[in-house]
């Protein structure tokens, strides 16, 4: 199995296993109800308004949605990054729930289209499952990536979440004909390009009080890891989260940890 600098999934999945119990006992999914006021939070921040943000220059933005999410998840993000100058492309997913391998297909023909229509390298952002992708389609198709931002997005293993989700999980595996017994594994080769070493700068924004994803996964010693307060399904919607990613699409990777001290 691939890995990096030593550590393979298969070891993160059995660390993370071992104190599974107690961390979801402390992260009951009640947890996820702050999405509400994380919304009204972001619409008063001046964030939110473009202040003391940089401006783009039509630069593509691809934003990839999470588990049982369509485009309309990130809406608010789109349009909060055409207002800022960049021009975001959706990822065409009415709902992302299919085979991780027909996924990406679908994902290589929307970066392709960004790509091609801007002449310019493009930036992918993905929640949750969303980062999962993001970071595969990267690994094949580095030479259109300027870099990826994954949204609490258990990138060290794809199945450290909650009960709850996992159930949910196995549940759309029977459907399509998938394994949905222990352990769960996907595609040998999705498995391999999530392991290995990435290929682009790649930033993991996660929070420690995340309900449906283990915060460990979300951390590798391959990416830039940033923790932020607040929700899971919230980060699509969390003024911490659009400041760093403001920064980062300005290119200022070394300040976006600095930013969230603000």
């Not at 001046?46 to 990130?74: K, M, Y």
């Not at 492309?89 to 391998?101: H, P």
């Not at 994902?107 to 969303?130: C, F, M, N, P, Y």
């Amino acid at each position: 199995m691939s890995s990096w600098k030593g550590i393979t999934v298969a070891q993160k999945r059995s660390d993370l296993l071992s104190a599974s119990a107690w961390h979801w006992l402390a992260r009951p999914p009640l947890l996820e109800g702050r999405i509400g006021l994380e919304r009204l939070q972001l619409l008063r921040d001046p964030v939110f308004r473009g202040r003391d943000v940089p401006r783009g220059h039509g630069e593509p933005v691809l934003l990839i949605p999470g588990f049982l999410a369509g485009d309309w998840s990130l809406r608010l993000l789109a349009g909060w990054l055409r207002r800022l100058g960049y021009r975001p492309s959706g990822s065409s997913l009415r709902v992302n729930q299919d085979d991780s391998e027909v996924t990406v297909a679908v994902l290589s023909r929307q970066l392709r289209r960004a790509w091609i229509d801007s002449s310019e390298l493009v930036t992918v952002i993905g929640h949750s499952r969303g980062g999962i992708l993001a970071a595969v389609l990267a690994q094949r198709e580095p030479q259109m990536v300027r870099q990826v931002i994954a949204l609490g997005s258990p990138i060290a293993d794809p199945f450290a979440v909650s009960p709850l989700t996992l159930m949910a999980v196995r549940a759309i595996r029977r459907r399509h004909g998938l394994r949905a017994r222990s352990p769960l594994t996907d595609h040998p080769r999705f498995e391999r390009d999530l392991a290995a070493h990435v290929r682009v700068p790649t930033t993991s924004i996660y929070s420690r009080s995340d309900a449906i994803v283990n915060w460990h996964a979300c951390v590798r010693p391959d990416v830039q890891a940033v923790e932020v307060p607040g929700s899971h399904v919230g980060l699509g919607a969390n003024r911490a989260v659009y400041r760093i990613i403001g920064e980062l699409l300005a290119h200022r990777f070394a300040s976006a940890a600095e930013t969230l001290a603000r």
